[in-house]
């Protein structure tokens, strides 16, 4: 079983449409969460940190369910710009106890015009 | 401030060939790292270096080399390349311990023919 797994897509949506993506992870000894943004052949940005009370960004919304290890991400009102490719990212103890990030392999959505 | 740099930005090996990908942070972050990202896979970390002066293998570090030559710079060699070696590698780096964001440079895409 991948460490965090997320649907895959592609998901194509039109302008202003409201859309959620899904991931899972399997750690339950994750304590930090993320979602960043990467666009086609560009480097991963961050888009939010994700806590577990819920938090909001603007039209983004990222929640975060501890019991069931399952993180979300609602964009609402969609942009043009906001076709990317989405990662859903967690921090895991690697080697000890050094932290280390990982990475969904990501979902990709296209908003439509 | 440029944040993370990396050079080249693109490169052509033969098999059996060696080259070292340049990463620098202007931020005065603690930590950097290395990572491959495949074609429908996450990225992968390959070496990570929590402090000047210290490095540590991450998930898939066979088959390369690390040197974290300062506080500013982490290095990655290929000593003798392989098809396997195709993709595009990220640098990142985080800021202290406390916080586990990691900022990315724009990635070298390298071709193993």
């Known amino acids: 079983r991948k460490e965090v797994e997320q649907d895959p897509g592609p998901f194509n949506v039109p302008e202003g449409a409201t859309v959620a993506f899904n991931c899972t992870y399997s750690?339950?000894?994750?304590?930090?969460f993320f979602w960043y943004r990467q666009d086609c052949r560009k480097e991963p940005k961050l888009l939010m940190s994700?806590?577990?009370s819920g938090n909001e960004d603007g039209r983004f919304t990222a929640q975060l369910n501890r019991a069931s290890q399952y993180i979300s991400l609602l964009i609402r009102d969609s942009k043009l710009s906001d076709s990317a490719t989405y990662l859903c990212?967690?921090?895991?103890?690697?080697?000890?106890?050094?932290?280390?990030?990982?990475f969904g392999s990501g979902t990709q959505l296209t908003v439509l015009p | 401030n440029a944040g993370v740099t990396q050079t080249p930005k693109f490169q052509v090996l033969k098999t059996g060939q060696s080259m070292t990908l340049q990463c620098a942070q202007d931020?005065?972050?603690?930590?950097m790292y290395w990572y491959r990202q495949d074609p429908g896979m996450g990225l992968r970390l390959i070496y990570y270096?929590?402090?000047?002066?210290?490095?540590d293998k991450g998930e898939v570090p066979n088959g390369y080399n690390v040197s974290r030559l300062n506080k500013r710079e982490f290095s990655l060699r290929l000593e003798s390349a392989a098809p396997s070696q195709t993709s595009v590698y990220f640098c990142?780096?985080?800021?202290?311990?406390?916080?586990?964001?990691?900022?990315f440079g724009p990635g070298t895409r390298l071709t193993v023919l």
């Open positions: 931020m005065n972050h603690n930590s």
């Open positions: 990212v967690v921090n895991t103890v690697f080697s000890g106890s050094a932290r280390q990030l990982t």
């Open positions: 750690n339950s000894a994750s304590q930090s």
């Open positions: 990142a780096s985080r800021p202290h311990p406390s916080t586990d964001t990691q900022y």
């Open positions: 270096s929590a402090s000047e002066g210290t490095t």
């Open positions: 994700v806590y577990s």
